[in-house]
């Protein structure tokens, strides 16, 4: 038998098949990769969606921001059985009584503080992890504590999973701060407290600032930011907002 040519021609049916076989597999990886891809476009969408109509439109305006809310994957935090939620313009449940910010408010927070590629952060309540990513896709160093041991362990697998490096979660009481991580370029306070605890503005750096709702639990509080400067505290009411209670542990 003659050896067989391992050319084609130009039109040959043994082009034609190449070509095909070709772009079936062309086809049949791309869609594997859409099917396979935690981030479906869907979810991409919806959060450009949410960047553009509830966080732009609203006057949050700091593009490392803007950016952060885009990037980070806010369905990841949600649980599985409100996936379609996970963009609304609201807060969420995540179990234990807890919930995840809406999405404006975690913007608005994370722009107030100012954050810096070289700061160091500290979060007071964990909770679904979403405002640390948001802050870790920023800053250089997330330090985050959460005082429900259930939510701050997955919260940690989460962003572990999720690739953040740079988040450290504690689980505590985080009316202590973390003092041997101190002092922080910026503090938030992701729980309603009645005061500001003082462990926290000794911890918070000169010249820096810290979010934190204050007023009675299950009222409306008011969104405080405070700074610290030349040794001197100053506080500014940002808006009223809800969060859930800054607990004590007993
Ligand atoms: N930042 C979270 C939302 C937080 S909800 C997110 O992005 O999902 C408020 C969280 O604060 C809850 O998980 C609650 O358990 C936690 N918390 C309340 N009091 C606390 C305290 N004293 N120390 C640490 N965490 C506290």
Known sequence: M????????????????GIFTA????????????????????????????????????GVKDPA?????????????????????AYDDRPLPIGYGQTISQPYIVAAMT??????????????????GYQAAILAEIVANVYTIEIIPELGGTARDRLRNLGYKNVEVRIADGY???????????????????????????????????????????????LMLVEKKGGQITTRQLMPVMFVPFRRSP
């Open 65 to 85: 921001t803007l950016r952060a809310m885009r990037a980070v994957q806010r369905h990841r935090f949600i649980p599985e059985g409100r996936l379609d939620d």
């Open 111 to 128: 722009e107030s503080i100012r954050p810096r590629p070289e700061h160091r952060v500290l979060e007071i309540g964990t909770g679904s």
């Open 176 to 222: 202590d701060g973390w003092p041997e991580q101190s002092p922080f370029d910026a503090i938030v306070v992701t729980a309603a407290a009645e005061y500001i605890p003082p462990p926290l503005l000794k911890q918070l750096k000169e010249g820096g600032r810290m979010i934190i709702p204050v007023g009675a639990p299950f009222f409306t509080q008011m």
């Open 2 to 17: 003659a050896p067989q040519k391992n050319t084609s021609r130009p039109g040959s049916p043994a082009l034609w098949v």
């Open 23 to 58: 772009l079936t597999c062309i086809l049949g990886c791309a869609l594997l990769i859409a099917v396979a891809a935690p981030d479906d476009g869907r979810h991409t969408a919806r959060r450009e969606a949410m960047v553009r109509s509830q966080i732009a439109a609203r």
